[in-house]
């Protein structure tokens, strides 16, 4: 892990940390007896943890939503119909293949039957 990452994952722990502050400052609000010092602690940790996070850059994309961007784009629709030509065409070639080789055999049985008569 070098140092950048690590420092990310530290910025993330501090925002992480806050957003139970302010959840627990929520809860205390929906209870009628607000704890303010959850809020503020809440917001001056997640104020630290997007500074030090904003300095570190952004990391690569997975790759996850790959289909759904191709999709929003009209890209998706290309592909797919290209797949359904090569899968037809893959069929056709196998189904010929067949052929000759059913062709293949019936005369491989008419030779035999002349044979035998």
Do not use: C, H, Q
Request: aromatic share 12%.
């Amino acid at each position: 892990m070098d140092r950048n990452e690590f420092i990310a994952r530290i910025g993330t722990f501090f925002f992480v940390m806050a957003m139970g502050f302010i959840i627990i400052f929520v809860v205390s609000d929906i209870a009628n007896k607000p704890l303010f010092d959850f809020f503020f602690i809440g917001v001056l940790l997640g104020g630290f943890g997007l500074y030090i996070r904003r300095k570190t850059p952004s990391a690569e994309p997975s790759g996850r939503f790959s289909t759904w961007r191709k999709w929003r784009s009209g890209k998706l629709k290309d592909e797919v119909a290209e797949r359904r030509e090569t899968k037809k065409a893959e069929r056709a070639a196998k189904s010929a293949e067949r052929k000759e080789r059913l062709k293949g055999s019936l005369r491989s049985i008419g030779r035999r039957k002349k044979d035998e008569e």
